[in-house]
């Protein structure tokens, strides 16, 4: 087994990027980006800050909480006045400056809601993602899939897209047939799904949402843009549905040892089961692009989730 694309939809990530740190880069007539100075191995060279419009502007994910970062976009922004501040999602290195950005320029805030997790926690289960989301994320104002928000020469419709986390929301960029897409599909990485707070069977929903459209460009939250847009997110889905044939084949593998005795649990039965199990492997996978290596921990964490 292997977790290689299909040959008719082959995934190549695009990892040349120059984030020219706290410039203002402009990318089209109506969109530039400030890129912040926060690369890790999570966000790439940094999280992209995208200015959209002429005269009015919205700002999509202002950023990590980082006082450089708001100086480098109000001067990007210049004479113009920021009207909306929108955010994807609810990540530390996506929505925490907008609140800095709200007290410089008067904006309201956009959101989906309030960071929270795809599922209900078990009982007694710790969140191992709350590091890594703003809990105190407040919006005046919020938008659901199919809002639009508006300036003289912009329009953007949130798009629902659930999975990297609950709240997400990609842009589409009417006048240029743009989608700004967060982290839900970039171009230098697979998007983490990690529960509780991803979910897979919602990330692939939304991967075919996004194959339904017709936009001619994304711009993600991180590294380069994406050209072509349909090619891709085939990839990306084909991608993912190699992975998931190999979790299925190690949870089988490890469901018909008899010791796990898989019947005990029936929530774990069927499809749905193999889901919950995916899921919970997501945290294993984590980023790694090449199956092989992780199987064999996957194995043995589907085997613990099944003997537990
Ligand atoms: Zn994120």
């Not at 075919?208 to 843009?225: E, I, K, W």
């Not at 749905?272 to 090449?290: D, F, I, S, T």
């Amino acid at each position: 087994m292997s977790d290689r694309p299909t040959s008719d939809s082959p995934l190549i990530f695009d990892r040349v990027f120059d984030p020219r740190h706290g410039e203002r880069v402009a990318v089209s007539p109506l969109v530039a980006r400030v890129t912040a100075n926060n690369p890790g191995p999570f966000t790439f060279h940094g999280t992209n800050t995208w200015l959209v419009g002429t005269s009015e502007l919205a700002v999509i994910d202002p950023g990590p909480d980082d006082p450089a970062h708001v100086a480098a976009i109000l001067a990007a922004v210049g004479s113009a006045r920021v009207t909306a501040i929108l955010v994807t999602h609810t990540h530390r290195d996506h929505s925490p400056a907008a609140a800095a950005l709200q007290v410089a320029t008067g904006a309201p805030i956009w959101g989906e809601g309030p960071h929270r997790p795809a599922r209900p926690l078990d009982l007694g289960e710790i969140n191992p993602m709350d590091a890594s989301s703003q809990g105190a994320f407040r919006h005046d104002r919020v938008l659901g899939d199919g809002d639009v928000v508006s300036g003289p020469d912009w329009t953007l419709e949130a798009i629902a897209t659930p999975g990297h986390t609950a709240n997400h929301l990609c842009f589409a960029l009417a006048e240029e047939k743009t989608l700004f897409t967060g982290d839900h599909v970039m171009a230098w990485s697979t998007s983490i799904v990690a529960p509780p707070d991803g979910a897979m069977v919602d990330y692939m929903a939304s991967l075919r949402r996004l194959m339904a459209r017709d936009d001619r460009l994304l711009l993600p939250a991180h590294g380069a843009g994406i050209g072509e847009p349909l090619a891709f997110l085939r990839g990306l889905e084909a991608h993912r549905l190699g992975r998931e044939a190999a979790v299925f084949a190690a949870f089988r593998r490890a469901a018909e040892r008899p010791e796990y005795r898989i019947e005990k649990r029936p929530a774990l039965r069927g499809r749905q089961g193999m889901w919950a199990l995916v899921n919970e492997a997501g945290a294993v996978l984590k980023r790694g692009h090449e199956l092989g290596p992780v199987l064999a921990p996957v194995e043995r964490r589907l085997m613990k989730l099944v003997e537990g």
